[in-house]
């Protein structure tokens, strides 16, 4: 009987111990970076950018226009080899345009990211301050499925490559 109780409490302190290890806490970095006062100015240098390259894209559109517009003024007095050249410099300029525009939205993502960059590493170091602070070991992005801070400790990762024969 003394022996089942005194496992009993045993088990009880291993599990006390087991979960005052591990501390979770939650973040909603997007709406602690949407209060930050550097938001606005990063949203200026964004906007500006964009409008950037808007001005771009309309002269090419406005080069492309010009340019239908001038070979529909000239179709008959145009050779049948000069209509074959104006219609391959058309269709060069619409596709400047189009491919323009796929990689405006990829330079303004990218542009976006190195604005908002710094506020984001702003963020992650007060959270890794309190985290260390506060005896977290891991902090839960309340948006989407990250991790804000993770202690060290807990990550596993060396150990699996280990055990899978990988090295680093």
């Given at each position: 009987?003394?022996?089942k109780?005194?496992?009993?409490?045993?088990?009880?302190f291993?599990?006390?111990?087991?979960t005052?290890?591990?501390?979770v806490?939650?973040?909603?970095?997007?709406?602690?970076?949407?209060k930050?006062?550097?938001?606005?100015?990063?949203?200026?240098?964004i906007?500006k950018?964009?409008?950037?390259?808007?001005s771009i894209?309309?002269s090419?559109?406005?080069k492309h226009?010009?340019?239908?517009?001038?070979?529909?003024?000239?179709?008959?007095?145009?050779?049948?080899?000069?209509?074959k050249?104006?219609?391959t410099?058309?269709t060069?300029?619409?596709?400047?345009i189009?491919q323009?525009?796929?990689?405006?939205?990829t330079m303004?993502?990218?542009r976006?990211?190195?604005?908002?960059?710094p506020?984001y590493?702003k963020v992650?170091?007060?959270v890794?301050?309190?985290?260390?602070?506060k005896?977290y070991?891991?902090?839960?992005?309340?948006t989407?499925?990250?991790?804000?801070?993770?202690?060290?400790k807990f990550d596993?990762?060396k150990?699996?490559?280990?055990k899978?024969?990988?090295?680093?």
């Amino acid at each position: 009987m003394k022996t089942k109780i005194t496992l009993l409490i045993a088990a009880f302190f291993v599990c006390l111990t087991i979960t005052a290890q591990t501390k979770v806490g939650t973040i909603n970095r997007e709406y602690i970076v949407s209060k930050m006062p550097q938001l606005k100015i990063a949203q200026e240098r964004i906007a500006k950018y964009g409008a950037k390259l808007d001005s771009i894209n309309d002269s090419k559109i406005t080069k492309h226009d010009a340019a239908v517009k001038a070979f529909n003024e000239n179709l008959k007095t145009l050779s049948e080899e000069d209509k074959k050249t104006k219609f391959t410099e058309i269709t060069t300029l619409k596709q400047e345009i189009t491919q323009f525009q796929k990689n405006g939205t990829t330079m303004i993502q990218l542009r976006r990211n190195d604005f908002m960059r710094p506020l984001y590493q702003k963020v992650n170091e007060v959270v890794e301050e309190i985290a260390k602070e506060k005896g977290y070991t891991q902090i839960l992005t309340l948006t989407g499925n990250d991790f804000a801070y993770i202690d060290e400790k807990f990550d596993i990762t060396k150990l699996v490559l280990t055990k899978l024969g990988i090295k680093e």
